[in-house]
């Protein structure tokens, strides 16, 4: 089956634009998760989908950034007022059901390039 | 918070040797830990996965690791390395104290292989 799309591949804007960054997760996972990958902190956790609520946002690194859920299926995860640090690869992943031994399946990023 | 700690950022192995790449995990409780792999603009790969029972797991492509409670360690291996294994290598645990499964990971080994 499909595994975990992420849009657009890769996103180029200006300092103070918005950007949406959208996520697909494996069909039936309702489990979703954000993670931003960038050089100097390597990879982090942002927020954490059960269904459509995010039990779990203590990685947000700032109000500037929220993310939704919808249907139990498509997140997006926006990014107001953008900032050069927040240039980055943005990761979601999904699992079927959040346990802890769950797998995580990964898409393939959506790279920010913030001027 | 759980904690991992890979050391050595990058790694150079010959072809046919032995890839040894270290993970330390600081944890309160017993770790779900897990080793990912990413290509070059590709998402992550899950490797293995430590959660229970056997220390001693078996992935993907030859990987191997091995859970040592007393080491805080979870080391992974490869007898013979091949030109494909070239990749970013993370560990993760799951930090089970947040109540879900976001990961922690480590900061990652870039591995070279030498023909």
């Known amino acids: 089956g499909a595994g975990v799309s992420q849009s657009p591949s890769n996103k180029v804007t200006e300092k103070g634009k918005d950007v949406e960054l959208r996520c697909d997760p494996i069909?039936?996972?309702?489990?979703l998760y954000w993670y931003r990958q960038s050089l100097g902190q390597g990879l982090e956790f942002l927020i954490y989908?059960?269904?459509?609520?995010?039990?779990?946002k203590s990685g947000l690194p700032s109000d500037r950034f929220s993310a939704e859920r919808t249907g139990g299926s498509v997140s997006t995860l926006t990014i107001q007022r953008t900032q050069q640090e927040d240039s980055a690869v943005y990761l979601c992943?999904?699992?079927?059901?959040?346990?802890?031994?769950?797998?995580?399946?990964f898409g393939p990023g959506t790279r920010l390039t913030v001027l | 918070a759980q904690s991992v700690t890979q050391l050595g950022s990058h790694v150079s192995v010959s072809e046919g040797a032995l890839v040894l790449l270290r993970c330390n995990y600081s944890?309160?409780?017993?770790?779900?830990l897990f080793w990912y792999v990413q290509y070059p603009n590709q998402g992550l790969q899950l490797l293995l996965k430590?959660?229970?029972?056997?220390?001693l797991v078996k992935g993907i492509n030859g990987f191997e690791a091995e859970f040592k409670k007393s080491e805080t360690s979870f080391h992974l291996t490869k007898p013979s390395a091949h030109m494909s294994d070239a990749a970013e290598y993370f560990c993760?645990?799951?930090?089970?104290?947040?109540?879900?499964?976001?990961?922690?990971f480590g900061k990652g080994n870039q591995v070279v292989v030498i023909p």
């Open positions: 430590y959660t229970t029972g056997a220390t």
């Open positions: 944890s309160s409780v017993p770790p779900y």
């Open positions: 992943a999904s699992s079927p059901s959040g346990r802890v031994t769950d797998t995580q399946y």
């Open positions: 993760a645990v799951s930090d089970v104290l947040y109540g879900n499964n976001r990961l922690a």
């Open positions: 069909s039936g996972h309702t489990a």
């Open positions: 989908f059960q269904g459509n609520s995010a039990p779990d």
